[in-house]
């Protein structure tokens, strides 16, 4: 097993365009270390890579961010004083939906020690391959954490042998922007109308008129080309936000992606991963256009970080219902619904490697908070790091997933400092209110759980508190049980 070929291309022309033809260069990026990390059986070398990329930002000299960020957390203590809160953290966490700190680090705590039990099992599976091979003959070396990528590479090929490449002759982008609009209808009552004579931006985007009973609810631009100049990866955009205070104001909203378009007349082909993105970004947009509120700068999307990603990844959830495997994920020559035996494999490989992902986000989660927390004293960065991460626990075979200097959702501006969390909050919302429709009769086309998530959540915006909105869907407060489940964790009692 070695380097795959688009890999190897990669590293040829990045040489190439740092006047090193001939040779390869692994550039100190995460798109370019991850899938060398992934697949390179040197070990050495990806010991090197992996060193070279953990330290980014913390090397001595002028690329160093550690003075800087002691700085930054100091300046922000001052400023959370001026204000009349105890740390930057619970002034950053007031409008949130988790309202304190403890709050948000409850919930990450109560997550961690089921993800570090899975990261032990996962690397003892993996420890057994090297001993195996070194039995054969091979080195024999204890996981380190460059070796982590490579192994848990090889576990995933024996336990789920799913090649993605095949699932994507059945994802035709065409027939998944008529899944979106079908199982929104069925479950928000939304009907879509293709509009001709609008002014857009430019010939690929289209424009439809959104009805739910005849009313007129907003329109929904769709932007789904990559093009020279356009921002990358996928986005929501809201044009014009719903309101009525300045009288009856409906929505405009947007989706807007970079597939690469095909010749004339043919499909375009996606990946399973893609038309993820495409039901969370629609999610957005259904947030926008479910939006029912007085006042603008409440209505829709205009909610708290921790709570706006959840009607989002909520939406994800009818990508893979029967339903719309069915009726719209069909192989573009023959016209057959992709295969069962396929689905089951892509649903079982959901839970791969979770121990990994939830302990290398969390701990970045973790230690973002307690730097908020810490309040006024001196920090060195590093220190502080190792000092937290032993605390807690931190499995050896693992790294956070941006080290303190190299944080830039954290240090690059006050968006996501003290806010990383987020990510886990709006995940346990979606996980709990998903499993009120697996629970539910109608199952995720349920028409009452459908209308209550439309009169409790989707039309309510920031106009009541989201502590508010989620009991009143769902009868009680969020619990973990479900996400833990999804994940593969054990679920405490209780939860
Ligand atoms: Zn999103």
Known sequence: ???????????????????????????????????????????????????????RGDGGGATDNNALIARILKLRVDRAKLLGYKTHAHWRLENAMAKTPENAMQLMEAVWTPAIAQ???????????????????????????????????????????????????????????????????????????????????????????????????GLWYFDPYAREGKRSGAWMNAYRTQERFKGEITTIVSNNSNFIKGPPGEPVLISWDDATTLFHEFGHAIHGLNANATYPSVSGTAVARDYVEFPSQLNEHWLPTPQVLSKFCVHYKTGEPIPQALVDKIKAADKF???????????????DMKLHLAGDVDIDPDKFERDELTKLGMPQEIVMRHRTPQFGHVFSGDGYSAGYYSYLWSDTLTADVAEAFQEAPGGFYDKPTGQRLIDTIMSKGNSVDPVEQFRAFRGRDVKIGALMRNRGFPVPPGA
């Not at 740092?18 to 370019?32: F, P």
């Open 1 to 55: 097993m070695g380097l795959p070929e688009s890999l190897k291309a990669n590293a040829a022309s990045s040489a190439e365009q740092r006047k090193l033809a001939g040779k390869h260069i692994i550039v100190n990026t995460r798109s370019s270390v991850d899938p060398y990390l992934t697949y390179s059986p040197v070990r050495a070398t990806r010991e090197k890579v992996w060193k070279a990329f953990v330290n």
């Open 119 to 217: 990261v032990a099992i996962d690397v003892a599976a993996m420890q057994a391959i090297v001993d195996a091979d070194a039995k054969a003959g091979g080195a024999s070396f204890k996981i380190a954490p460059w070796d982590y990528r490579f192994y848990a590479e090889k576990v995933r090929k024996a336990q789920y042998d799913l090649d993605m490449n095949e699932v994507k002759p059945y994802m035709q982008l065409d027939k998944l922007r008529e899944a979106m609009f079908w199982a929104s209808g069925e479950v928000y009552g939304f009907q879509y109308q293709k509009v001709e004579g609008l002014p857009v931006f430019h010939e690929d985007v289209t424009v439809y008129e959104v009805t739910r009973a005849g009313k007129h609810v």
């Open 353 to 367: 490697n979770q121990g990994f992902d939830t302990t290398e986000y969390l701990a970045s989660a973790l230690i």
